[in-house]
């Protein structure tokens, strides 16, 4: 089972670049979410989504912008990549069903801003 | 405002000991606490407790909830240097819809 899928692994943006992070998962949750984890820190929730063309903003949302045209698919768009950007990215998932449902991470992406 | 609050940050022991990581929270509607062990990359699922009292366990692991003082513990007892990592709590609430808070973390370093 391939679960949740991120990619790139690994990304070394400048300045000012844009870049599309992708996440897709194969389980049919409704629920998926974009966390960033800062060096010796715990996961910030960037943006998340209940559904098919339903996202919301999370705790750090400013720099950065989600879709979600289909249940499998939540990309995280950074439009002008700063140096405050520097992050390992998680993509996660979840399927609600009315009681406590575990979160699904996918491997990460580990980005440098410079 | 929501938050998930873990002590202590980073403990360092020697294997063979018993350790005991905190997790607070103040959540709104709350539904269920998670614990996580994040080693180099993806956090891997421990535990999911719902209901106060009730301990989960796994090996040498083990959790429990107290939703009137609102805290979990997640118990390590005889220590290997295979559980050096950083170990997350997270806790779902439902404010307006469901989320995911976590903590900081707590940075375990078993020594041999």
């Known amino acids: 089972n391939a679960g949740v899928t991120q990619t790139p692994k690994f990304r070394i943006l400048k300045i000012g670049q844009s870049m599309t992070l992708q996440c897709t998962q194969d389980m049919n949750h409704n629920y998926m979410y974009w966390y960033r984890q800062d060096p010796g820190m715990g996961l910030k929730l960037i943006y998340y989504s209940v559904g098919a063309g339903i996202t919301d903003k999370g705790e750090v949302p400013n720099g950065y912008n989600v879709s979600r045209s289909t249940t499998e698919d939540f990309p995280l768009r950074l439009e002008l990549a700063a140096p405050s950007q520097t992050s390992v990215y998680f993509c996660a998932s979840s399927y609600f069903r009315g009681l406590g449902e575990k979160l699904f991470f996918g491997s990460g992406t580990q980005l440098s801003v410079l | 405002e929501d938050k998930v609050v873990q002590s202590p940050l980073s403990l360092v022991v020697h294997e063979g000991d018993t350790v005991t990581l905190n997790c607070s929270y103040e959540?709104?509607?709350?539904?269920?606490l998670l614990w996580y062990k994040q080693e180099k990359k993806a956090p891997t699922f421990l535990f999911m407790l719902t209901s106060s009292g009730i301990e989960k366990k796994s090996g040498r692991l083990s959790s429990i909830l107290d939703k009137k003082e609102l805290f979990s513990i997640l118990n390590i007892t005889a220590t290997q240097t295979g559980d050096s990592a950083v170990y997350l709590c997270?806790?779902?609430?439902?404010?307006?819809?469901?989320?995911?808070?976590f903590g900081t973390g707590t940075r375990l370093k078993v020594l041999a």
């Open positions: 959540v709104t509607n709350f539904r269920s």
């Open positions: 997270a806790v779902e609430g439902a404010s307006g819809t469901y989320k995911y808070i």
